[in-house]
């Protein structure tokens, strides 16, 4: 069961996640704050189904416990557009500091983590729209309950229109491959089509996403978002046309370098090892 709150100022109807204290309207941007009688007894709290309780696209699984001994994936997309007036400095260069990270932090064998960037000599492991797809497919494929997947890209994003109403800003997110200006961008519904609705009950995805719009990139039907003193509110990004966004039963995290109207740079600022370290408490945090 979940709560179902009215947006305190346009009044959109809004389902609030677990425990949490407030939450943020994705349209008016209104925080609602919540209050909770913790004197009542719990059956007193007034809650609601769950819009998407009866819903066809709502996912349905059995919950069965994880194996604690599962396996470990990883795609890591870095992308410097070499050659070309999009061209980057430091993306290929975050991929390998994901590699080096996930094999020594984590434990994760280096066979089971595809690694695309243009300096790669096989043509397969080029970051194309085809290969980047091909990769999504793969991380997902076969993973059952216990297993572990990251997502990690460092490279250009951008935004299209939506004209579907999807979107409360009326754009999607993309990200850019390297042959996005012939091939096309990979938009974040099909993101979420290929690595988070056929996530399983007992997976856990974890989406690290280094590139300008990148906020809602994996188009998560809830979303964090806190501030430089640690506070946070919830946003619900469900929807009004009911279509599910969340996964079958499994976790997804995404971590974005920024907002969906702001955008990112290149920096000097920060070492190889800052960069570990910071990835590091990332996925030690999100493990809680």
């Known amino acids: ?63 069965t416990p994880p194996n604690v001994h599962g396996r470990k994936k990883a795609v890591l997309v870095g992308i410097n557009y070499f050659n070309s007036r999009h061209m980057l400095k430091g993306c290929i ?79 999607n997110e993309t990200l850019c491959p390297v042959d996005f200006e012939t091939a096309g961008m990979i938009v974040d519904d099909e993101i979420n089509d290929t690595i988070v609705k056929p996530l399983p009950h007992g997976v856990r995805l974890h989406a690290i996403i280094d590139a300008c719009h990148s906020g809602t990139v994996l188009d998560l039907p809830f979303l964090c978002r806190f501030n430089r003193y640690g506070q946070f509110t919830w946003e619900d990004h469900r929807p009004a046309n009911r279509r599910w966004k969340g996964t079958s039963g499994g976790q997804a995290y995404s971590f974005s370098g920024c907002d969906d109207s702001q955008t990112s740079a290149d920096t000097s600022v920060c070492t190889v090892k800052d960069h570990v370290n910071w990835c590091n408490d990332l996925l030690l945090y999100s493990s809680d």
């Open 1 to 63: 069961m979940s709560m179902l709150v009215n947006c305190g100022r346009c009044r959109t109807p809004l389902v609030l996640p677990p425990g949490a204290m407030s939450i943020q309207c994705a349209l008016c941007r209104h925080v609602t704050p919540i209050a909770y009688d913790r004197a009542a007894p719990s059956h007193s709290t007034p809650q609601i189904s769950d819009p998407y309780r009866n819903s066809s696209h709502a996912p349905q699984y059995t919950p």
């Open 93 to 171: 260069n975050d991929s390998n500091c994901m590699r080096h990270m996930l094999t020594t932090k984590f434990g994760f064998p280096a066979a089971s983590i595809l690694t695309l960037t243009e300096e790669q000599p096989s043509a397969v492991m080029k970051p194309t729209r085809y290969n980047m797809h091909m990769a999504m497919v793969w991380l997902i494929q076969g993973c059952q309950a216990g297993d572990s997947l990251v997502f990690h890209y460092s490279g250009h994003g951008s935004q299209q229109r939506d004209y579907s109403g999807e979107e409360a800003d009326g754009f």
